[in-house]
């Protein structure tokens, strides 16, 4: 039974930080990439970071404001968030799939999410 599950979301003004937590179980994740996605009422899923190994990659409109991290031991991925703006309002989703980096939203495993509001 292969499972992921977010957790940190919530309410914070603009300006403000969250850590969202996606801890996966039921198999090992190490040769997996793992990434974060969001998807804001009317409007398409959008890719927003992925780690593999030691290799991160970013979309453009979160770069220099958010970091992805993972704990091999823990099977959890983390995405830091700083500097919030009301534009950075989703759901966020965390993903896996087999291999590298991948930022083309083909994942095989997806969670339920999570949501965050930023206000002004």
């Known amino acids: 039974q292969v499972q992921l599950v977010e957790s940190g979301g919530g309410l914070v003004q603009a300006g403000g930080s969250l850590r969202l937590s996606c801890a996966a179980s039921?198999?090992?994740?190490?040769?997996?990439?793992m990434g974060w996605f969001r998807q804001a009422p009317g409007k398409e899923r959008e890719f927003v970071a992925a780690i593999a190994w030691s290799s991160t990659i970013y979309a453009d409109s979160v770069k220099g404001r958010f970091t992805i991290s993972r704990d091999y031991p823990d099977n959890t991925v983390y995405l830091q968030m700083n500097s919030l703006k009301p534009e950075d309002t989703a759901v966020y989703y965390c993903a896996a799939r087999w291999g590298g980096l991948s930022a083309d939203g083909e994942y095989d495993y997806w969670g339920r999410g999570t949501q965050v509001t930023v206000s002004s």
């Open positions: 039921g198999r090992t994740f190490n040769g997996y990439c």
